[in-house]
């Protein structure tokens, strides 16, 4: 059996503003969540000291050197490049009548050179970022008045953008305030569940509103969110462990419900009631809510398992805590790897929401060495992404319509997680480390190579191993 996927497939990678742009405080941008954030999001946020070290002030220094980038991606063969707007490049505080013109006219220029090379953008409104002066004088996303102020964000840059841009995103894992809610919703960290779950209220109906104007500005685009998935498998088949499961997954499905079917499920208001989590929720927002969106997007980077066993020990695996399954191997990181669960997670989305899918992050972070000839010969990551890649052919074989793959950080970048350089997802290596010395120098790694033969041959030069075969 070939593995050839349709001819319309977006082939493609991932990156973010905060960890590829650098620029912090050029041509207008304001201070962002992620400006204070100087470690990470797994480390807690902190004023700015002047002069202190942030190594995404630079970060891969994306906001001069873009175009030498895209040229890199388009000689990969590249048909989609996801990367988000800056938030506080169009409005530096979140609450202003008039967008900086300076940061529009930027993506101007990132989208045009995208498009000159037949690279659709793929955008997303908020990743992992909101104006840092919407957190201190507003209180984040815990006040209503953010729903207003990002409505008038993703207007201003739908009006502007809607000739070049035809797929738009949301939030970045709209799900990770739920481990990280600074990051998410701008609320101090140990925020209450009541707290947490009032602010989502309201960047779920900010998504909701965003929705419904693309869809009046831009008729012929289309829409999606974004969360972080992770499937969980029972650690032994007692069916408390089956129930413990079903219960940690929907955490993560409730933002797919609300998004994609336009009301709270039952689940969650059952959830609500027993821990007397009380949202108020107007009739406006159950209308606004309704503005369901055109395609589900999601990050895909392992799985885990779960029990109602309180005493097996948990691992930490990106921002998730997570039950090690003994049949998988795990990264440097401990992200444990499994490329089943990919298939397994199409077809559980497909099945449930019957929507078209999007996968628009997954990829293995790793320390690259450069050997002496000046190559790197990174096996591990081709070996990792082939794998991945065979198991989503087979979710298509299966039935299930996905529009694309936009492998995570096809350049090296900015960890979000850790905010370090060390951790390396590229088929293209930038010359920094993890105290900003170097040159920002690219090469390429083997893998781009791979990538470039794997998406010229629409798959077909993906490896697939007998045990797999039907």
Known sequence: MKTTFPSDFLWGGALAANQVEGAYNVGGKGLSTSDYQPHGLMYPATERPAGEFNLKEIAIDFYHRYPQDIALFAEMGFKT?????????????????????????????????????????????????????????????????????????????????????????????????LFSCFTGLGLPEGSSEQAVYQAVHHQLVASARAVKACHRIIPDAKIGNMVAAMPYYPLTCHPDDLLEAQRKEREWLFFFDVQARGDYPSHIQRRFKERNIELEISPQDREDLRETIDFLSFSYYMSSCATADKDK?????????????????????????DPAGLRH???????????????????????????????????????????????????????????????????????????????????????????????????????FGWYKQVIATGGESLVREVKNEK
């Open 81 to 177: 490049l996801r990367t988000s707007i800056a938030w506080t490049r169009i409005y530096p505080r979140g609450d202003e009548e008039v967008p900086n013109e300076e940061g529009l006219a930027f993506y101007d220029a990132l989208f045009d050179e995208m498009l000159k090379y037949g690279i659709q953008p793929l955008i997303t409104l908020s990743h992992y970022e909101m104006p840092y002066a919407l957190v201190k004088h507003y209180g984040g996303w815990g006040n209503r008045k953010t729903i207003g102020f990002f409505e008038r964000y993703a207007t201003t840059v739908f009006e502007r953008y809607q000739h070049k841009v035809k797929y738009w995103l949301t939030f970045n894992e709209i799900n990770v305030s």
């Open 313 to 337: 020990q948990q691992a930490t695996g990106n921002i998730l805590k997570m039950i090690p399954n003994p049949y998988l191997s795990a990264s440097e990181w401990g992200w444990q790897i």
């Open 345 to 447: 997670l199409l077809n559980q989305l497909w099945d449930r929401y019957q929507k078209p899918l999007f996968i628009v992050e997954n990829g293995l972070g790793a320390k690259d060495r450069i050997e002496a000839d000046g190559s790197i010969q990174d096996d591990y990551r081709i070996a990792y992404l082939n794998d991945h890649l065979v198991q989503v052919h087979e979710a298509i074989a299966d039935g299930v319509e996905v529009l694309g793959y936009t492998c995570w950080g096809p350049i090296d970048i900015v960890s979000a997680s850790t905010c370090e350089m060390s951790k390396r997802y590229g088929f293209i290596h930038v010359d920094r480390d993890d105290h900003g010395e170097g040159t920002l120098q690219r090469r390429r790694k083997k893998s």
